[in-house]
């Protein structure tokens, strides 16, 4: 299943609100989950099964979606919110995919 | 709060064969969760390379399944990969990572960078 993020990186202020998207080539249900990468660190979860937030995120983080569209949203950007975020999918199809990113940075 | 450290060779020659530990710390490996290993390059980016249950069970994303080999050993919390064979292709970050109950990837490793050179 291939996972395509988009878009590849995004530009935005402190206190914005953004959305970034991925779609799925086939449906997953709402096995998509979603995570936050900072240079030089492992990946972490924020978002699971679409819209679940992992404990000790943020509420300003919120996904959505299900089948093959999926977002994630951050409300009120903060300074620590500039990262990379990657989607994943975890349908019971294997291999589990990653999409390839969106890079969010300071406008 | 488990944690998750990986350990091993940071160089490896081609056609030779890249081993990692990983040692988990904070809780038993011997629960009911799924141990899996992701690596990240430049290139291809975040790529799940396989999974182990504690029991010994395996699966392998099809791209590595005729080089990988993952083991368990729950007398000691560790988890090891070993990948055959390799080419300046494998270079990348290897990461252990648990799976939580619904598959999210809910606990990682720091990460250790492989470099395959001669």
């Known amino acids: 299943i291939q996972m395509t993020q988009s878009p590849a990186s995004l530009s935005a202020s402190v206190g914005d609100r953004v959305t970034m998207t991925c779609r799925a080539s086939?449906?997953?249900?709402?096995?998509l989950n979603w995570y936050q990468q900072k240079p030089g660190k492992a990946p972490k979860l924020l978002i699971f099964l679409a819209s679940s937030l992992q404990s000790g995120v943020p509420s300003r983080f919120s996904g959505s979606g299900s089948g093959t569209n999926f977002s994630l949203t951050i409300n009120t950007l903060q300074p620590e919110d500039f990262a990379t975020y990657y989607c994943q999918q975890s349908f019971i199809t294997l291999p589990y995919t990653f999409g390839q990113g969106t890079k969010l940075e300071i406008k | 709060q488990v944690q998750l450290q990986e350990s091993g060779p940071g160089l490896v020659k081609p056609s030779g064969t890249l081993s990692l530990t990983c040692v988990v710390s904070g809780g038993s490996i011997n629960t009911y969760n799924w141990w899996t290993w992701v690596r990240q390059t430049p290139g291809l980016g975040l790529e799940w390379i396989g999974e182990?249950?504690?029991?010994?069970?395996?699966n392998y994303n099809p791209s590595f399944k005729s080089r990988v080999t993952m083991s368990v050993d729950t007398s000691r919390n560790q988890l090891s990969l070993r990948l055959n064979y390799v080419t300046a292709a494998d270079t990348a970050v290897y990461y252990c990572?648990?799976?939580?109950?619904?598959?999210?990837?809910?606990?990682w490793g720091q990460g250790t960078l492989v470099t395959v050179s001669a």
């Open positions: 990572v648990r799976q939580g109950g619904s598959r999210e990837f809910d606990y």
């Open positions: 182990i249950y504690p029991s010994g069970t395996t």
């Open positions: 086939q449906s997953i249900s709402n096995f």
